[in-house]
């Protein structure tokens, strides 16, 4: 078994990660092939929480622009999270994972509320954990409590998915065929290049707290177990270039 490079880290999930091909909601297959990836990662010795998003099945930026509240539109945003959360938890837990739920959002009967200790000792303890309701606040996206859960846990890297782009390109590969990718980067030029990384007060956070950032394509054969190795693929977004 490959040597890891990391022994505990924070997985992002875009609600696209649930979709897969389909154009709405959660994709079964797709569903399983993560949920294998993250078993096989925690069997290496990693400790690994996940973020989820919610965009496959809710979108609070384009309900707000249908006249929707937009606090009001964030708060059924958290709700779609915890769906997603509860299909990945129950993957696990069909791949023999031991999985816990915490959510930023009081939902007792389905998630533990969110508590950073206990979920740093579910991580000792092997299990998988992952966060629903992003940080429970209107107007913060879930890559801001991608950030923020993982400075809080202790995690030696973010791990930032995208579906069918292979890391960070100067403009939408699939837009432009003229866009370059970038291997490394440091925080500061992304920021200062304004490159659709993750919005700016996630990638100002890990920047106060020197936390690299691998971004990289889901749909890529072992993505995950490769990021967690220290293998080249993606993007790397650190300290230094």
């Known amino acids: 078994m490959a040597e890891t490079k990391y022994k505990r880290v924070l997985l992002k999930l875009s609600g696209e990660a649930f979709s897969g091909?389909?154009?709405?909601?959660?994709?079964?297959?797709?569903?399983?092939?993560?949920?294998?990836?993250?078993?096989?990662?925690?069997?290496?010795?990693?400790?690994?929480?996940?973020?989820?998003?919610?965009?496959?099945?809710?979108r609070g930026a384009k309900a707000e622009q249908e006249g929707m509240?937009?606090?009001?539109?964030?708060?059924?945003?958290?709700?779609?999270?915890?769906?997603?959360?509860?299909?990945?938890?129950?993957?696990?837990?069909?791949?023999?994972?031991?999985?816990?739920?915490?959510?930023?959002?009081?939902?007792?009967?389905?998630?533990?509320?969110?508590?950073?200790?206990?979920?740093?000792r579910h991580l000792e303890k092997g299990r998988a954990v992952i966060f629903a309701g992003g940080t429970g606040n209107p107007y913060m996206t879930t890559d801001t409590a991608a950030a923020l859960r993982a400075i809080e846990i202790e995690a030696e890297v973010l791990l930032m998915t995208k579906n069918n782009v292979d890391g960070v390109y100067s403009a939408d590969p699939r837009k432009d065929h003229n866009a370059k990718k970038f291997d490394r980067l440091t925080h500061f030029e992304a920021l200062n290049k304004r490159l659709e990384v993750m919005d700016a007060t996630a990638l100002s956070l890990c920047l106060e707290n020197k936390l690299p950032i691998i971004v990289f394509d889901l749909q890529a054969p072992r993505s995950i177990e490769r990021a967690v190795i220290g293998d080249s693929i993606g993007t790397l977004i650190s300290g230094e270039k």
């Open 69 to 120: 509240d937009r606090v009001t539109a964030d708060y059924a945003g958290m709700l779609a999270t915890v769906i997603n959360a509860l299909a990945l938890q129950d993957a696990l837990e069909k791949e023999g994972v031991t999985t816990r739920t915490q959510s930023a959002i009081g939902i007792q009967q389905v998630a533990e509320p969110y508590i950073r200790r206990r979920a740093i």
């Open 21 to 58: 091909k389909t154009a709405y909601g959660i994709d079964t297959p797709t569903l399983f092939k993560v949920a294998k990836q993250i078993r096989q990662v925690i069997e290496m010795g990693v400790g690994i929480a996940i973020i989820v998003g919610g965009g496959n099945i809710w």
